[in-house]
């Protein structure tokens, strides 16, 4: 695969990195949906949506289940729900979706192909990290997502993702979570930098291309 001139990945803006599609295409189970699949998620996503069962629901606009492809071969999980996520009742919605967008086109993965969710459904006060016992009220919501949608990977977006899914201690790096490999429920799952934190951190943009690289890798070849 082509390698990148670190300098020139140091003067380049965003799109530089995640713009570049490779030749060989993702096979995705779209084309074989489940029509008895969607529907389930639907009705769930309704039956859920006045959830109370953390103290999150009070300052909520939305309760934001989830979007995307009921028989997706990927899954994306992030923290929760943004300012923009909390308005519309959409995952990744604002400038952090919009990179993961073109994240995800630069191993030739469409976004309407996945499935996004996230570790809570509601928006934390000011965007802080979700507490345990709000992790913990959300966590049924997501797992029985994961049973549903029984995705060929997961990739969980960020050290909160990673933190509350994964076998290790709370205060484990995000740098640490990337370089072991993981499975929740026999699903091979791949940990990343959160598209919000590139967007903050430039030096971030050359290991997420890194882990993009492995998880095209594994689809392609599994």
């Known amino acids: 695969m082509k390698s990148y001139n670190l300098e020139l990945l140091k003067l380049s803006g965003l799109d530089f990195i995640f713009k570049k599609h490779l030749n060989k295409s993702i096979t995705t189970k779209q084309n074989v949906i489940n029509p008895q699949a969607s529907p389930s998620l639907d009705i769930l996503k309704i039956k859920y949506s006045n959830c109370q069962k ?8 939305h309760f934001v289940y989830g ?4 028989q997706a071969e990927v899954m994306i999980i992030g923290e929760g729900p943004g300012a923009k996520e909390d308005q519309t009742g959409k995952v ?14 630069a191993i030739n993965i469409n976004r309407q192909d996945i499935y996004i969710a996230n570790i809570v459904k509601c928006r934390p006060p000011n965007n802080r990290d979700p507490f345990p ?10 797992m029985e997502q994961i049973e549903i949608i029984k995705p060929k990977v997961i990739v969980l977006l960020g ?13 484990t790096s995000l740098s640490s979570y990337r370089k072991k490999e993981y499975y929740i429920d026999n ?13 903050h951190n430039a030096s971030y943009k050359l290991p997420a291309w890194h882990d993009l690289q492995l998880i095209q890798h594994y689809l392609e070849n599994n």
């Open 133 to 142: 016992i709000e992790k913990e009220a959300c966590l049924p919501y997501l």
């Open 54 to 61: 953390c103290p999150l629901h009070e300052t909520r606009k």
């Open 187 to 199: 699903i091979r799952t791949f940990v990343t930098y959160h598209p919000s934190a590139l967007l």
């Open 92 to 105: 990744f919605v604002g400038p952090a979706g919009e990179l993961l967008t073109k994240m995800l086109n």
């Open 67 to 70: 979007d995307g492809n009921p």
């Open 159 to 171: 050290r909160v993702a990673a933190s509350t899914l994964l076998p290790q201690q709370e205060n």
